[in-house]
């Protein structure tokens, strides 16, 4: 059989396989009898379906008065699954409704099979859970009930002695003990978990929960305990959480309501009140797909309204080690919302700060490094202003120390002003930025002062700029200190892959007591030149401004004066290896070097030119 009640959006279909009526049917006053066996299908209630084949069973005895049109159940025992209730009491006929006075009672009641008659919907998270325990019920049902009246319901129920665990886990939660009420009365609806405790072989924790109004909610919730995270995941098995351990010591509570209806806003929950704290000890946690695990997690969050404070807070990460103490602002709307942002502002300081690491998104199964993966995406939800005072940066190659700075991000825009660091043998001053706005590229910017840095190691902590041709000026080729102000713009993917054509550096560079040496370009001088000499090039000093663009270095006509010759160099070289150098000599001085040889002195040296003041140019 099957009635659907449009009104209410509700369905009830069962198979009876076996039904019996006991009665004087032909008296004002008689006992109705009844008891069936039957098969519950389905019972839909809104979007929800419960008790879907599910065996059932009725024992039903009651009292009809057909003259006063009331009704008295003596006996009334249904049993659904392993779901047993007694219901007692009255009801009485009134025009288009039922006056119910009705009491019900169920003892005992397995918690496990409890459980199994949840809504498909909550069954399907919850079928790896095994339970024991008992849960009981005591509740009343009172007053009209009809299309436009719906009784008072109280009830008080709870759970005795249960066990929670997850099968195939090593932990489960023990000792769950809680009782609440609930009741739908107008002025004291709302529903209560008074006290809610529960423990395992290293935990224990207590709460408690009230929903007062169901037209005009208002939540209260208080949570605490001393809590072993491994144990937490083993039972919970959150599905993004690879591992999770160490202690976590709560305190909380919490307290809102929505502005107006019944749903909960990104205002609302700017709007709750929360206080208390969650201090870690020992902490790991590592997330699946990720390349590394958070580990030495220590400190404590206070929490104050919709924000927090992290207080000595310090983990590691990547092979870095973290300490923060901040203000956030916000969370709440951030966690419930899609929207509302969240805002940081505090300190973070770092023995080391593995950028290498942190940034590696995945390895390749080889292990080696140049199989790293990088992956940079700067959250759009999040607004960041932290002091940051570093003692030493790694990434790739390049290492820094004594870094310290301003960094803030705000509309997926990283910006670092000011920032200076030791690096190199020298110092490093200026700002940058770092701009993800764009879904599929990043734009960065620097302005950057640089002093006395060691250009040997420049080149090698820059990886020669990506170029390893023997025409080209590598970290082998270099020595010196070098003094710039650089000018830098360029576009790189999210996987920290530069656009070689979106490169533009305007430099301006002085280079002291520096060396070229093996610079192979420099060998078609060794007609006039011993290649001896060519091989190792000393000069004082060399100054010029050295633009990039378009995948092309371009260097402006500058003067070397060497211990090889003195002579004048400019010229462009791309990144495709494309060099085109011009070199200007003085014929005058590269004579008096070869004036011990016995050579023509002509035309021997190529195209000679007068500069107007009697030396010669080549």
């Not at 009782?179 to 935990?203: H, P, T």
């Not at 090698?460 to 041709?469: H, R, S």
Request: with cysteine.
């Amino acid at each position: 059989c099957r009635y659907d009640d449009k009104q209410s959006k509700s369905t009830y279909e069962a198979d009876f396989h076996s039904l019996d009526f006991t009665g004087d049917f032909g008296k004002d006053k008689y006992d109705f009898g009844t008891e069936a066996d039957f098969m519950v299908k389905k019972i839909v209630l809104g979007k929800s379906t419960y008790f879907k084949n599910n065996p059932g069973s009725i024992d039903l005895v009651i009292a009809i008065d057909n003259q006063t049109g009331k009704y008295h159940v003596s006996k009334g025992k249904l049993k659904i699954a392993e779901l047993g209730l007694d219901v007692t009491g009255t009801f009485a006929e009134q025009p288009k409704n039922y006056m119910l006075d009705l009491i019900v009672k169920g003892d005992d009641i397995d918690l496990a099979a409890a459980l199994s008659l949840l809504p498909s919907s909550f069954t399907s998270d919850i079928s790896n859970i095994e339970s024991t325990g008992e849960f009981y019920i005591d509740g009343t049902i009172k007053g009209l009930m009809g299309d436009s009246a719906t009784p008072e319901v109280f009830a008080k129920f709870g759970i005795n002695s249960g066990t929670l665990g997850r099968k195939g886990g090593s932990a489960e939660l023990n000792n769950i003990s809680m009782d609440g009420i609930f009741s739908n009365a107008k002025g004291n609806d709302g529903l209560q978990i008074n006290s809610f405790k529960a423990s395992s072989e290293k935990s224990k924790f207590t709460g408690s929960f009230l929903l007062k109004n169901f037209e005009r909610p208002k939540y209260t919730t208080k949570l605490s305990g001393h809590i072993d995270l491994a144990e937490l995941q083993s039972v919970l098995a959150i599905d993004t959480i690879e591992t999770a351990s160490g202690i976590l010591d709560l305190a909380f509570e919490a307290s809102g309501s929505p502005s107006k209806g019944t749903s909960l806003t990104a205002r609302d929950f700017r709007a709750f009140k929360t206080s208390g704290s969650a201090t870690f000890s020992g902490a790991v946690l590592k997330l699946k797909e990720q390349a590394f695990a958070v580990d030495s997690i220590n400190g404590k969050l206070k929490f104050d309204g919709n924000n927090v404070n992290a207080e000595g807070f310090t983990f590691r990460a990547g092979n870095s080690d973290l300490a923060i103490n901040a203000s956030i602002k916000n969370l709440l709307g951030y966690l419930f919302t899609e929207k509302e942002a969240l805002d940081i502002n505090g300190k973070l300081v770092s023995k080391n700060l593995n950028l290498d690491a942190l940034l590696n998104s995945e390895k390749a199964q080889t292990g080696k490094s140049e199989d790293t993966a990088y992956r940079l995406v700067l959250p759009e939800r999040l607004r960041l202003y932290l002091s940051t005072k570093i003692d030493h940066v790694l990434f790739r190659k390049f290492e820094a120390n004594d870094l310290s700075g301003a960094v803030r991000l705000n509309n997926q825009r990283l910006i670092a002003d000011p920032i200076s660091f030791r690096s190199m043998d020298g110092s490093i001053s200026g700002s940058g930025m770092i701009d993800g706005t764009r879904e599929d590229s990043l734009l960065i910017t620097c302005s950057a002062d640089i002093a006395s840095v060691n250009i040997y190691k420049l080149f090698y902590q820059m990886e020669n700029f990506g170029q390893e041709d023997d025409t080209t000026i590598t970290c082998n080729n270099v020595r010196g200190s070098l003094t710039s102000h650089v000018n830098f713009a360029s576009i790189w993917g999210n996987d920290l892959n530069v656009n070689e054509k979106k490169i533009y550096t305007d430099a301006d560079v002085t280079i002291t007591n520096g060396e070229l040496l093996n610079f192979k370009p420099l060998e078609s001088l060794s007609r006039f030149i011993k290649l001896d000499e060519l091989k190792a090039i000393k000069f004082k000093s060399l100054h010029n401004n050295i633009e990039i663009k378009n995948r092309v270095i371009s260097m402006p006509k500058m003067e070397i004066n060497s211990s090889a010759i003195n002579l004048t160099m400019s010229g462009t070289h791309d990144f495709d290896n494309m060099v085109d150098y011009h070199f200007i000599v003085d014929m005058d001085e590269i004579r008096a070097k070869k004036a011990k040889a016995a050579k023509p002195q002509n035309t021997e040296f190529g195209i000679e030119e007068d500069d107007g003041g009697h030396r010669t140019r080549l």
